[in-house]
């Protein structure tokens, strides 16, 4: 029987390869997806999104206790475990199952199982049935990453989890350590300390969320102290000590190594790319530390073989994969696509409170030559702001004082994740100070700082 064939084949249905897929059939391609486990992918199924379903339980019980501050009242105040993670669950399951509706009204063809590419334009798929192979004129890597494990700090789902164990923890950790304070390990130290875990962050940098502006960094690590985490800087976790219930870890820092006891470690230290067994090196992929080597357009320099989103390297972001998801399908369509420019992703960190930035900081902006103009307006000075019971937080704008352009945004605060998309848009059009400045910001809302910050950058802040 002669081997199905299809324009275009996509390994992994994560952000990046559903999209692909899903933008692929909207072009008239014949489209099939294999992918081994979840529809949807860790993002749907055991990140971004179940993430942000348990930090919105850790907000309002964080509420709650703030009743009194909005002449409220809460009494005999509590959680259920069990059922905050089993809410987090079911929106996972709900988004996954809307996937597999959306591809089949696409009419992707759908294979469950694990892929390989045993040679140029052909894919493996490998399940319980045994194994089918499949023709592709255009295959598409979407394979995407996983947590990286370093010598000694090993997950073991008891002791040490990573972010998979702590989404369904078996019991609340009531003393925590957290190794590593990116967006991952920040967003679980803000679930669980908030909901009484006495928890400590370790950073082998020289501050909490190493890729975010120096001074929002300094502004969350005030904050997360307020709220009673421990933050040890340019710190490493040498070993840990596992015994019955406890791990023993060995901090070192610049004065030497110390120890410390925990009931639980969560291991937040990066990602690999899922790259081995499918047959890449052997077709002459270019794989470096764990991503595929691609060009703007992502291609991998085989012919009519691309790799999208986490696998293809950094922004490690899911609505990176799906543009470049989107971009990949109208290149195999034969239309004309524009490259995806770093510079214009933002990124956003869901702890309490939240960060959002798109562009270069300040230090990269001033490293790379640019004469600066910064603006800063506090959430201190803002109606809607004091209104909500949410005083604490900043803007910050970069600008090229010669040109006018945006260089960068950055934000710490209530909403900022939301309100950060209005300078991405700002990044993507090419805007000046002069075009924002003209802009007339809706009030009350917290996006009138987004204003005041760029009027500060030149000296025109009307609420400071």
Sequence with gaps: MA????????????????????????LGLSVAVVEREHLGGICLNWGCIPTKALLRSAEVFHLMHRAKDFGLKAEG??????????RSRAVAKQLSGGIGH????????????????????????????????ITGKAIVLATGARARTLPGLEADGDLVWTYKHALVPKRMPKKLLVIGSGAIGIEFASFFNTLGADTTVVEVMDRVLPVEDAEISAFAKKQFVKQGMKILE????????????????????????????????ISAVGIVGNVEGL????????????????????????????????????PWLAHKASHEGVMVAELIAGKHAHPIKPGTIAGCTYCTPQVASVGMTEEKAKAAGYEVKVGRFP??????????????????????????????AHMVG???TEMIQGYVIGRTLETTEEDLMHTVFPHPTLSEMMHEAVLDAYGRALHM
């Design 414 to 416: 209530a909403e900022v």
């Design 234 to 265: 340019k710190t490493t976790v040498v070993k840990l000590d596992r015994s019955p219930g406890k791990v023993v870890a060995h901090l070192q820092d610049a004065k030497g190594t110390t120890t410390a006891e925990f009931d639980t470690v």
């Design 3 to 26: 081997a199905k064939s299809f324009d275009m084949i996509v390994i992994g249905a994560g952000p990046g390869g559903y999209v692909a897929a899903i933008r692929g059939a909207q």
């Design 77 to 86: 105040l509590g959680y259920d475990l069990d059922a905050v993670v089993a």
């Design 279 to 314: 047959g890449l090196e052997a077709l002459g992929v270019k794989i470096d530390r764990t991503h595929v080597v691609v060009d703007e357009f992502c291609r991998t320099g085989v012919p009519g073989l691309y790799a999208i989103g986490d696998i293809a390297g950094a």
């Design 379 to 408: 959430f201190i000075g803002n109606g809607k702001a004091i209104a909500l019971g949410e005083p604490e937080g900043m803007v910050k704008t970069v600008f090229d004082a010669k040109t006018g352009e945006l260089l960068g």
């Design 102 to 133: 959306l591809l089949k009204k696409n009419k992707v063809t759908v294979l469950m199982g694990e892929a390989s590419l045993p040679r140029a334009g052909v894919v493996a798929v490998k399940s319980a049935a045994g194994v089918e192979e």
